[in-house]
């Protein structure tokens, strides 16, 4: 089954939104890494739930901040499912160093 693991939280987005990088597995479009962050309502526009490819710093990956599959409109956050839809990932307690969970 496909996972992520959360490895940064907090973490400035595009849009200067907190954000959450997660290591994925499988990778897409070769990287394991994405941002997955919430753009609340603005402006009458609705809110987004948004995912990016981001490199192990948690940088968008080659340079890109485009949004990829897993992004939808919503105004409740939920990482969750935005995870489900990129990729049918689940999120996963992040391994500890003896490499057990």
Partial sequence: MPTA???MDGLPSPGGYDATLY??????????HVIVY?????WGQPGQMTVILAT???VG????????QGT??????NH???????????IVAPETAEGGS
């Fill in 23 to 32: 290591k994925i597995d499988p990778p897409i479009q070769g990287t394991d």
């Fill in 80 to 90: 969750v499912l935005a995870l489900q839809l990129a990729g049918g990932y689940r």
């Fill in 61 to 68: 990956y080659g340079g890109r901040r485009d949004p990829i």
């Fill in 38 to 42: 919430h753009r609340p309502q603005i």
């Fill in 56 to 58: 192990p710093g948690g």
């Fill in 5 to 7: 693991e959360i490895v």
């Fill in 72 to 77: 939808y409109t919503t105004d409740e956050p």
